[in-house]
């Protein structure tokens, strides 16, 4: 009966400081639904990029020939792999748009079907979905290429094409580029395409790139010259993937974990708080015969009611928006959207995790609470409570009253300002964060891209050319290499013309670079690790061959990972033939045969894919900026709330001396601004070190070096706005409760 009688003191404390408790409640719900949200969709993210790759059988490695094979079946027992010709093509449907037309493969990177069927039959034909529906081709529809019609029957994803990249040196899918698979009858019937071929390696724990090496080899003993090769490790239309899975993992880790924490803080200052009150009860509650154990559990049910209810509001409702997640993540992967999966173990962490931290720390506050006597307790005796060093080291004496009351009230509670502290960081971090995403896009693809190129047309050659190119156009030749030791930091070697005016390079200096010298971006140099002067060894990937060139200068630019040098200091470097070239710049749309397969993007093309990719980007950036916005009005509330408690008869008294309500408010209010202004300020670096570790992530995931992290002058003034926005609706909650406080509750504690 007693046990009964002293637990039903919970709902009264709960009515108490209602404030404090749904502030507490909120953010638990928060971090929960994003472990939820989070570690979920990354589970199936991750989850069903894997079936997609094991299912659909995506290749091991690419390889382009210069002419084609014969004997695959023996070629295939002697590398113990299975090899597959296919045939591709691009074609221009219209100004801006690229269609890249595959023949049906039948035993390597197998089409998958995200919507509609496959193709059975002669005159179908498979688009991948965001390209039909961005220009308006349904299932049904007919679409005509070189004059005849052919009906689409399904949207498709290739497991070799998830991030849909036209060219290997694009950085990001362009909204006017799709893919499409037809039979191979039909594939015939076109009477072009340059043949390329697809491997996928036995089981074997032989490490990948020995297995290419062996099969490069065997290609080359049996006189055939490799023009391209790619392995999947090296393939950013793949390895993007698994860099977008790393770094959402470490999102969906880092962000709740850090929401987690503040609820741990503000609960634990609320039982210590809510003990020091009834030290009094609680020496009662032993003097009638209750057990240690039995106070423990009462004032634990506090904390692990707000948890537990906390962690299923949370949790369950992290579920629902998964699937609109992945989906619309899969607009920019390409990969079929088959069935999402709830992981037990992760929705188990997110409903246990948060309970278990928030039950543990406050048992450690109730414990270090509890260790006084009861007869201590009984008698009421205060614990000491002495200036701390902080407060001692300052000279207050000589300052007014108001500032000097302000500084105390926070240097006496510790805890309490260093919650402040870290909800205000945490805030700063998410805003920010969101506007130095958007800054580094516009800086790395806007700024970067346009502000070097000065051609209209980038055409790439599937085979090597010498023909003469009209006025307007330069030829370049490019290959793809490796510093020694580091497989996926690839970068790319370019011979351009010695006097080129496609290219606009300028120096640290910010002086214009002439292109008859061996030129690095600033992402080249920093992957190899040299500087201007120094020679550096590089691999080409396509035979392994170790090369040593020398960097004259570094271009002040992140706009890929280039070295640029002479063509014909190129040719002649790496054994090519003179006077040819894979690639070309122009200004002019070239007259080229029908049998030089090719691809071409304008520059226009480039920018529409940056304005593509920002769209969404702002969205986000829009919804960071509104929960920053929220965690720092929640976080500013709080702690204001437990000001106005913890000073309740103080501001009685002010009200008996005579203060005016809104001198009273300021007063006590406004202690808290410092802080908030410190909080926001601890933020930047907080923000800059997050940042770098993503960036980090990218570099080492597939060797994309993007500029460091930027947080702009403009960004940082917005982003202190809306933060101490919040903290003003935050005070203004809180003076009602300042103008309730009647003068009588100073009388009542002296009567007491």
């Known amino acids: 009966m007693l046990k009964m009688t002293i637990n039903r003191r919970i709902r009264r ?34 989850r069903l990029a894997d079936n997609f790759r094991i299912n659909n059988i995506q290749e091991d490695a690419s390889f382009v020939t210069s002419v084609s094979l014969t004997s695959l079946t023996e070629l295939e027992s002697m590398a113990d792999a299975v090899i597959e010709e296919g045939l591709k093509f691009d074609y221009q449907l219209a100004d801006g748009l690229t269609l890249r037309i595959f023949s049906m493969n039948e035993k390597i990177n197998l089409p998958g079907i995200v919507e509609g069927r496959n193709v059975m039959a002669d005159g179908e034909i498979l688009l991948n979905p965001v390209f039909a529906e961005s220009n308006g081709f349904g299932i049904g529809d007919e679409i005509k290429i070189h004059g005849k019609s052919y009906t689409i029957t399904g949207y498709l994803a290739l497991p070799n094409y998830m991030y849909l990249l036209q060219s290997e040196v694009d950085m990001m899918p362009r ?52 023009a391209e090769w790619t392995n999947a490790d090296d393939n950013k239309r793949i390895n993007i993937v698994d860099a977008e899975v790393e770094i959402i993992s470490m999102v969906s880790k880092a962000v709740p974990t850090a929401i987690l924490l503040l609820a741990v803080i503000i609960v634990s200052r609320i039982v210590s708080r809510l003990i020091k009150r009834d030290s009094t009860i609680i020496g009662t509650l032993y003097a009638l015969g209750y057990r240690k154990r039995e106070i423990y559990f009462h004032y634990l049910r506090l904390p692990l009611a707000l948890a537990i209810t906390g962690s299923i509001a949370g949790a369950l409702p992290g579920l629902l928006p998964v699937r609109a997640m992945v989906s619309f993540i899969f607009d920019a992967f390409n990969i079929p959207l088959t069935e999402i999966e709830t992981d037990a173990g992760r929705m188990a962490a997110s409903l246990i995790i948060p309970v278990l931290i928030i039950v543990l720390s406050s048992y450690i506050v109730i414990r270090s609470r509890l260790r006084r006597s009861p007869a201590d307790l009984l008698r009421g005796r205060k614990e000491k409570t002495g200036i701390n060093f902080l407060e001692r080291a300052l000279n207050l004496e000589k300052v007014g009253f108001t500032v000097k009351f302000q500084i105390r009230e926070q240097l006496r509670s510790l805890s309490r300002v260093t919650f402040l502290l870290l909800g205000i960081a945490v805030a700063t971090v998410m805003m920010q964060w969101g506007f130095s995403l958007k800054k580094s896009t516009d800086f790395l693809l806007t700024g970067g891209v346009s502000g070097i190129y000065e051609f209209g047309y980038e055409y790439k050659f599937d085979r090597l050319r010498a023909d003469p190119l009209p006025y307007g156009a330069e030829p370049f030749s490019a290959a793809l290499f490796v510093p020694p030791g580091a497989e996926k930091k690839d970068l790319y070697v370019m011979g351009v013309l010695p006097a080129s005016g496609m290219l606009t390079l300028t120096g640290k200096s910010g002086a214009l670079l002439s292109t008859d010298m061996v030129i690095a971006t600033i992402p ?34 992140y706009a890929g990972n280039f070295i640029f040098m002479p063509v014909d200091e190129y040719n002649k470097m790496f054994d090519m033939p003179e006077g040819s070239y894979n690639g070309a710049f122009s200004n002019v749309l070239l007259d080229l045969p029908a049998d030089v397969s090719h691809s071409m993007v304008t520059m226009e093309e ?96 597939v060797g994309l070096i993007v500029p460091p992290a930027r947080i702009s002058l403009p960004y940082i003034l917005i982003g202190f706005l809306v933060i101490m926005l919040a903290y003003e609706v935050s005070k203004r909650l809180s003076k009602r409760k300042v103008n309730a406080i009647p003068m009588s509750e100073a009388l009542k504690a002296g009567m007491e």
């Not at 019937?189 to 297995?211: A, C, D, M, T």
């Open 13 to 46: 404390i709960l009515s108490e400081n209602r404030s404090q408790y749904i502030g507490s409640f909120i953010l638990i719900v928060l971090s929960s639904f994003l472990f939820s949200f989070m570690g979920q969709f990354a589970c199936n993210f991750k």
């Open 606 to 701: 480039k920018m529409a894919g940056v304005e593509e990719l920002l769209g969404p980007t702002k969205s986000m950036i829009g919804f960071v900026v509104f929960m920053a916005a929220i965690i720092g009005m929640i976080i500013v509330y709080l702690v204001s709330s437990m000001i106005v408690d913890e000073n309740t008869i103080t501001i009685s008294l002010m009200k008996i001396f005579g203060y005016r309500r809104k001198e009273v408010s300021n007063l006590v209010l406004n202690s808290s601004t410092m802080v908030v202004v410190l909080g926001y300020l601890l933020g930047i670096p907080l923000t800059m070190s997050a940042i770098g570790s993503m960036i980090q992530s990218l570099e080492d995931s």
């Open 524 to 557: 080249a140099a920093k992957m190899l690790n040299t500087a201007e002067g120094e020679p550096i060894r590089v691999i080409r990937k396509i035979d392994g061959r170790e090369f040593t060139i020398r960097v004259d200068e570094i271009a002040d630019t």
């Open 175 to 226: 909204p006017g580029f799709g893919i499409a698979v037809v039979s191979r009858k039909d594939f015939a019937g076109f009477g072009i395409g340059s043949p390329f071929y697809s491997v996928k390696f036995n089981h074997s724990p032989e490490p990948l790139r020995v297995r290419s090496a062996r099969l490069r080899e065997l290609i080359v003993e049996k006189g055939v010259e490799i």
